[in-house]
């Protein structure tokens, strides 16, 4: 390169090593804007695009649900110099993909760094939900004891876990939850070989048996057209009488009133969500019925994924400059 590559980041980049940052910075130029909401973010684009433009780059940080999506309005100012988007989500729904392909902009995505911290919270919503432990704190934060509920909670163990997206997070999960003495099967779009199969210990099965023979139903396959609402009514019911439903994938994956509705009905005992429709503004219903589970979409939220998240992304942006092509690009230019 003749001259350094611009690169705008929405945000510091957490946690990277020091040695690390100073390699990037030394080949490429780092420009820092502080994004705020979503208005607020689109003016601070726009002005640093012309007081310190052009950007060749940019890196989408964490904290990115206050101002996405990421599209024309907010990111065309950057054009036609933009070259590459580099994510620190593992998903890219919320990703114009049409608009930046027409313009030749790499979008990327991270592949590794959020997967086991995912699968971490995926067994914890798991363990949480068949034996209830949210409840129990409760009472002894109010002074109760567990005396006061008769019937024990459930076990993990022998119980059929059906995981929905065999990707790198269900492979994790697959694997943590059988530490509990779980069995687990799965239904992904394509099967997984039989030698993998073999070595995590799972077995396949369609959609529609996986939903009437598990226990567990986790859903941790990513937002995309064909998946947006496949868990609904009809899924729901052919689901087992007193289920427990996962879901860390994306609030839009899983219908929202046909889930309302089975826990209502008490179809679904308890499910255990990290993802909801229109985050962070959810359905009050979630925040106060005892039969959820909930937390603030905490899948990517630990030091760790979020310096593995950068390095991703920063190793993406010097595929693109310094070999040709980005480590994990989502469209084809």
């Known amino acids: 390169m003749a001259a350094k590559a611009k690169v705008l980041s929405f945000g510091p980049l957490h946690y990277v090593d020091p040695e690390k940052l100073e390699q990037f910075t030394s080949t490429f130029d780092l420009h820092i804007i502080e994004p705020t909401d979503r208005p607020g973010?689109?003016?601070?684009?726009?002005?640093?695009?012309?007081?310190?433009?052009?950007?060749?780059?940019?890196?989408?940080?964490?904290?990115?649900?206050?101002?996405?999506?990421?599209?024309?309005?907010?990111?065309?100012?950057?054009?036609p110099s933009l070259k590459i988007v580099a994510c620190v989500n593992a998903g890219y729904s919320e990703f114009d993909l049409e608009w930046f392909t027409k313009n030749k902009v790499y979008v990327t995505n991270t592949l590794y760094a959020v997967a086991e911290p995912t699968a971490d919270i995926t067994?914890?919503?798991?363990?949480?939900?068949?034996?209830?432990?949210?409840?129990?704190?409760?009472?002894?934060?109010?002074?109760?004891?567990?005396?006061?509920?008769?019937?024990?909670?459930?076990?993990?163990?022998?119980?059929?876990?059906?995981?929905?997206?065999?990707?790198?997070?269900?492979?994790?999960?697959?694997k943590k939850s059988q530490a509990f003495g779980m069995k687990v099967q799965y239904y992904n779009r394509n099967q997984i070989p039989a030698e993998?199969?073999?070595?995590?210990?799972?077995?396949?099965?369609?959609?529609?048996?996986?939903?009437?023979?598990?226990?567990?139903?986790?859903?941790?396959?990513?937002?995309?057209?064909?998946?947006?609402?496949?868990?609904?009514?009809?899924?729901?019911?052919m689901m087992k009488d007193g289920v427990f439903l996962i879901n860390t994938g994306r609030g839009l994956i899983i219908d929202e009133k046909a889930l309302i509705q089975g826990i209502w009905s008490g179809k679904i005992a308890?499910?255990?969500?990290?993802?909801?429709?229109?985050?962070?503004?959810?359905?009050?219903?979630?925040?106060?019925?005892?039969?959820?589970?909930?937390?603030?979409?905490?899948?990517?939220?630990?030091?760790?994924?979020?310096?593995?998240?950068?390095?991703?992304?920063?190793?993406?942006?010097?595929?693109?400059?310094?070999?040709?092509?980005?480590?994990?690009?989502?469209?084809?230019?």
Not at 48 to 64: E, L, R, Y
Not at 153 to 172: E, N, Q, R, S, W
Not at 282 to 308: M, Y
């Open 41 to 79: 973010t689109v003016a601070l684009v726009a002005e640093a695009a012309k007081t310190s433009g052009p950007f060749d780059a940019a890196i989408i940080g964490m904290g990115n649900g206050r101002y996405e999506l990421f599209n024309e309005e907010l990111l065309g100012p950057l054009l």
């Open 123 to 174: 067994v914890m919503l798991i363990l949480n939900t068949l034996r209830d432990f949210s409840k129990f704190e409760k009472l002894v934060k109010t002074g109760s004891w567990r005396s006061v509920v008769k019937v024990p909670p459930t076990d993990p163990h022998g119980l059929l876990l059906g995981i929905v997206g065999m990707g790198k997070i269900g492979k994790h999960v697959a």
């Open 196 to 237: 993998e199969e073999k070595s995590l210990d799972v077995t396949y099965a369609s959609l529609q048996d996986l939903l009437k023979t598990s226990d567990v139903v986790c859903v941790n396959c990513p937002l995309s057209e064909s998946t947006k609402g496949m868990i609904g009514e009809a899924e729901i019911a």
């Open 270 to 333: 308890r499910a255990g969500l990290d993802v909801f429709d229109n985050e962070p503004n959810i359905n009050p219903f979630f925040r106060e019925n005892e039969k959820c589970i909930v937390q603030p979409h905490l899948g990517s939220f630990t030091n760790r994924a979020w310096k593995d998240a950068y390095f991703e992304c920063m190793a993406n942006i010097e595929g693109y400059f310094l070999k040709g092509k980005p480590i994990s690009p989502v469209n084809t230019i």
